[in-house]
């Protein structure tokens, strides 16, 4: 049976977080004198001499109507990296807990859990790139806290299936953490819609693919309200700066384009593994649902090194766990694409 409370480490349960100005201060005014902000402002820009809101509330809203997620259930980081801290720093203890991922899969989950000193226990993929349902029964502990999940999954930019993360929601009773990053790219369901049947779901999102802004760097997670409030508690007081807050803003009115641009990316993907899949140099496309497509070739090191020196850079995933041989391609342009494609041709003719 799930517990949060039994999850949480205890002097975090007990923590009395840092309460800023902005925190203790609510409703409307005219003169700012709590703070010890610059009064007068910068000679530069002159409205940035005040603190932003520590929560984010009205960009919190805005993603509140799009997602229907209620404003409790959101958190908002310095890049879904600030989340995947903090879940770390709140759930689990160093030395002592432990955590699932699922190797080949995004890199931050192992540099957190090494930084809070976390250990890792790693079940990798099938071949198909899919949970091995069996090694992880066979791998969860006791002090097991956290079963992280990428989904579409980086590298190998595949869905895993729905069905078995249903059966790691319903029989682990620390948390699962699906990261979302890549799922505007995707057919398959967000597991949004799932956060009230499932308390020990934690879902992650991003601004940086779909929504283009990874300069801005604003992560998402999406949990239930008692997640999110230790989250909050953990947090440095003014996580995101004024100017991001204003950014996303702008951003989340702009749903009609980002919709255009994820259609035409998804038209760009498809079009570069149908040609992909025609080359002799190419042994393998991986199926995709993100922006990007995993691809194994003959020879990988030769082809990157060429490609870099044609001024085109690319992803060597050779080194990581199944994935020898493979460069991860991320879709760019029309014209970026045209420009890829001619120079592996290029390569195989040289």
């Known amino acids: 049976m799930f517990n949060l409370e039994t999850l949480v480490r205890p002097n975090i349960r007990s923590l009395k977080p840092y309460s800023s100005a902005r925190d203790e201060f609510k409703g409307e005014a005219n003169v700012f004198l709590d703070a010890n902000e610059n009064s007068l402002g910068s000679p530069l820009v002159k409205w940035y001499n005040r603190y932003p809101d520590p929560l984010q509330m009205n960009v919190k809203e805005k993603i509140s109507f799009i997602k229907k997620i209620p404003v409790d259930q959101i958190f908002l980081g310095n890049g879904s990296d600030e989340a995947i801290d903090l879940l770390f720093r709140c759930f689990c203890e160093p030395g002592i807990d432990e955590v699932i991922l699922f190797p080949p899969t995004y890199g931050m989950y192992e540099v957190s859990a090494n930084i809070n000193n976390i250990k890792l226990n790693k079940v990798p993929l099938t071949d198909t790139f899919q949970l091995d349902l069996e090694a992880l029964e066979q791998a969860i502990k006791p002090n097991t806290k956290i079963i992280w999940i990428c989904s579409p999954n980086n590298p190998t930019g595949n869905s895993i299936d729905r069905e078995d993360i249903e059966m790691v929601l319903n029989n682990f009773d ?34 940086s693919k779909a929504w283009g802004l990874a300069g801005i760097r604003m992560g998402m997670a999406f949990a239930s309200a ?60 991986y199926p995709s649902d993100a922006n990007f497509l995993l691809v194994k070739f003959k020879d990988a090191t030769s082809l990157y090194a060429y490609l870099v020196a044609e001024g085109i850079v690319v992803r060597d995933r050779s080194n990581v766990e199944k994935c020898a041989g493979c460069l991860r391609i991320t879709i760019g342009t029309p014209a970026e694409n045209e420009k890829l494609i001619q120079a592996i041709i290029n390569f195989n003719q040289a």
């Open 174 to 207: 620390g948390l699962v953490v699906i990261d979302e990053a890549y799922i505007n790219f995707s057919r398959q369901k967000s597991w949004l819609a799932d956060l009230n049947d499932y308390p020990n779901l934690v879902v992650l999102q991003t601004l």
């Open 226 to 285: 008692a997640v999110v409030d230790y989250m909050n508690k953990v947090k440095p007081p003014y996580n995101l700066s004024q100017p991001v807050q204003e950014l996303a803003l702008k951003a989340l009115d702009e749903i009609g384009q980002v919709n255009d641009m994820i259609v035409t990316l998804v038209n760009e993907r498809q079009q570069m593994e149908r040609l992909l899949s025609e080359m002799t140099e190419v042994e393998k496309v």
